[in-house]
């Protein structure tokens, strides 16, 4: 039966016809059944269990399962071709472990992108969940339809792929005035908080809290929880933000770690993130997914930021400083 699944994969890895998803320390490839890396990757990490569907899925996929890949206000669709490959050193780790895709493409070549705006409100929404691999087997017809329909997407692929080399340019820019304090954003780590918060209430987290600094007593801490009532995969947030320019250390991780929150929520539906402006080097990544925490990199975090950009307060704009009139697009 064919697959249906989501895999959030680095755009270089795209111009190679590849997906991949990190664990930089054990090779995917060297093992026959998704068991078998379960149980390496569980010896070598007792916490391991809370990544273990998303690990499995992507071991799983065969020849023909259908993968949606994220893009600016668009999705590429790609049909596994099946090779396993290792490359430990790709992205700093990030996309180590790669599996073989043919990306669809119309008769010109170009990558076919399925505008956002053309997916049922479902299939929207469901994209709107950051987990790295997420089955989408629910919107498997709307996903055949694109496929069978797709040179019928010309002109808007067109633009799609103007607005993908915009968003390339404008978020390296974005990231680069985060990083370096060269907004007009509260200091202190506040100002990314409120636009974290921001970014949160246009995904639909009704209520969102900034705590305030030093929450519990000893590493433990949490600066923002945001919890949705209509979000059925990631009903509660607990979010550790850091405004840093060069690498976010592991310590962030531990703070999330000892956090104890006491909910009736159960756990499963409790997702702990870091999310930062800047980097996070391989180990502390390898670290995090053991944890079974999140991480959004400052790379990352820019194409968040884009994707709801038109749709943010004149003033946060600003504060960005980001014009708010209209302009063309250079066709």
Same mark, same amino acid.
């Given at each position: 039966?064919t697959k249906?699944?989501?895999?959030r994969?680095p755009?270089?890895?795209i111009?190679? !016809?590849?997906i991949?998803?990190g664990? +930089?320390?054990? *090779?995917?490839?060297q093992f026959?059944?998704a *068991?078998?890396l379960?149980k390496?990757?569980k010896s070598?990490?007792?916490?391991?269990?809370r990544?273990?569907k998303?690990?499995k899925?992507f071991?799983n996929?065969?020849?023909? =399962?259908?993968?949606?890949?994220?893009?600016y206000?668009?999705?590429?669709?790609?049909?596994?071709?099946g090779e396993?490959?290792?490359d430990? =050193?790709f992205?700093?780790?990030?996309?180590?472990?790669?599996?073989?895709? !043919?990306y669809?493409?119309?008769? !010109?070549?170009k990558?076919l992108r399925?505008?956002?705006?053309?997916?049922?409100e479902?299939l929207?929404?469901?994209?709107?969940i950051r987990?790295?691999?997420?089955d &989408?087997k629910d919107f498997?017809?709307?996903l055949?339809?694109f496929?069978?329909?797709k040179d019928n997407?010309s002109l808007? !692929?067109e633009?799609?792929?103007?607005?993908a080399?915009?968003?390339?340019?404008?978020?390296?820019?974005?990231i680069k005035r985060?990083r370096?304090?060269k907004t007009r954003?509260?200091a202190?780590g506040?100002?990314?908080?409120?636009?974290i918060k921001e970014?949160?209430?246009l995904?639909?987290y009704?209520?969102?809290?900034i705590?305030?600094?030093?929450?519990?007593?000893?590493i $433990?801490d949490?600066d923002?929880?945001a919890?949705?009532?209509?979000?059925?995969?990631?009903p509660?947030? &607990?979010?550790?933000a850091?405004?840093?320019?060069?690498?976010t250390?592991a310590h962030?991780?531990k703070?999330?770690m $000892?956090?104890?929150?006491n909910d +009736?929520?159960?756990?499963?539906?409790?997702q702990?993130?870091?999310?930062?402006?800047?980097?996070?080097?391989n180990?502390?990544?390898e670290?995090?997914?053991?944890?079974?925490?999140?991480?959004?990199?400052?790379n990352t975090? $820019?194409?968040?930021?884009?994707?709801?950009?038109?749709?943010l307060? *004149?003033d946060?704009k600003?504060?960005?400083?980001?014009g708010?009139l209209?302009?063309?697009i250079?066709t």
């Amino acid at each position: 039966m064919t697959k249906y699944i989501l895999v959030r994969t680095p755009k270089a890895l795209i111009e190679q !016809n590849k997906i991949g998803i990190g664990w +930089s320390k054990v *090779d995917f490839s060297q093992f026959t059944t998704a *068991d078998d890396l379960i149980k390496e990757l569980k010896s070598e990490h007792p916490r391991f269990s809370r990544a273990r569907k998303q690990v499995k899925r992507f071991f799983n996929l065969k020849q023909g =399962d259908v993968i949606v890949v994220p893009s600016y206000k668009s999705v590429l669709l790609a049909v596994v071709s099946g090779e396993k490959t290792f490359d430990p =050193d790709f992205d700093d780790g990030h996309g180590a472990n790669q599996i073989s895709v !043919n990306y669809l493409k119309q008769a !010109n070549g170009k990558l076919l992108r399925i505008a956002r705006s053309d997916l049922t409100e479902g299939l929207e929404r469901r994209l709107r969940i950051r987990q790295t691999v997420a089955d &989408l087997k629910d919107f498997s017809n709307e996903l055949d339809k694109f496929i069978a329909q797709k040179d019928n997407f010309s002109l808007k !692929n067109e633009y799609l792929h103007i607005l993908a080399t915009e968003q390339e340019t404008f978020k390296d820019e974005l990231i680069k005035r985060l990083r370096h304090g060269k907004t007009r954003l509260d200091a202190g780590g506040y100002g990314l908080e409120k636009l974290i918060k921001e970014l949160l209430q246009l995904e639909g987290y009704t209520d969102v809290e900034i705590l305030g600094k030093k929450n519990q007593s000893g590493i $433990a801490d949490v600066d923002i929880i945001a919890k949705s009532s209509s979000n059925p995969f990631a009903p509660t947030l &607990l979010i550790q933000a850091k405004h840093h320019r060069g690498e976010t250390s592991a310590h962030a991780i531990k703070q999330l770690m $000892a956090y104890e929150y006491n909910d +009736s929520d159960d756990d499963a539906h409790v997702q702990r993130w870091m999310i930062t402006t800047a980097d996070v080097n391989n180990e502390t990544a390898e670290q995090a997914l053991t944890q079974g925490i999140h991480v959004m990199r400052g790379n990352t975090f $820019a194409e968040w930021l884009f994707d709801h950009f038109e749709n943010l307060s *004149d003033d946060t704009k600003l504060r960005l400083g980001v014009g708010v009139l209209p302009t063309f697009i250079k066709t």
